[in-house]
């Protein structure tokens, strides 16, 4: 099994133009994208279709367990939290979007982001690792409702 923390990735993401804006909702703990997020998975080595996120795309942030956050910081940290976005994002596409974004094209793209933000080879790994370890679950579940609707 290759772990993939050390993927070349090009840094192109301007954060003046390319980083997500954030609004609290006034329940829950919850998050609302204030602007349109473009995407350009080449910019990470993906050969993958460019894409947006839409504004209004609501999030939790990034879903890391509290004892890791001394490790990897809090879910809404600015380094990390576009990747987390866009990560969420893919996993709440309909089952057509998921034949082009699957687990691990997700995850690498995730990881590539992370990577472009500043993070370095360390905690991007460890994100890494624990979305394909534990985001395996969302990620069917994202499916098996799509499959239901």
């Known amino acids: 099994m290759s772990e993939h923390h050390d993927i ?6 301007k954060a ?4 997500a804006l954030i609004e ?3 329940h829950g703990g919850l998050y609302v994208l204030a602007r ?3 995407v350009d998975p ?3 080595g993906i050969d993958k279709l460019k894409f947006i996120v839409p ?3 609501v999030t939790d942030g990034a879903s890391i367990p509290r004892f890791l956050w001394r490790v990897t910081d809090t879910p809404f940290s600015p ?3 576009t990747a987390a976005i866009v990560h969420d994002f893919l996993f709440s596409l309909d089952s057509e979007s998921f034949i082009q974004w699957d687990f ?3 995850n690498l793209l995730f990881h590539g982001m992370l990577m472009a933000h500043g993070n370095g080879s360390v905690k991007a790994g460890a994100l890494y690792r624990a979305v394909k370890w534990f985001g395996r679950r969302s990620y069917q579940k994202a499916c098996s409702y799509e499959k239901l609707q």
Not at 8 to 13: I, L, R, S
């Open 104 to 106: 691990e094209s997700a």
């Open 79 to 81: 380094d990390i939290i």
């Open 16 to 19: 003046h133009k390319d980083r």
């Open 55 to 57: 504004k209004g795309f």
């Open 36 to 38: 349109n997020l473009p």
């Open 42 to 44: 080449m910019d990470f």
């Open 24 to 26: 609290p909702l006034s």
């Open 8 to 13: 070349e990735v090009k840094h192109t993401y």
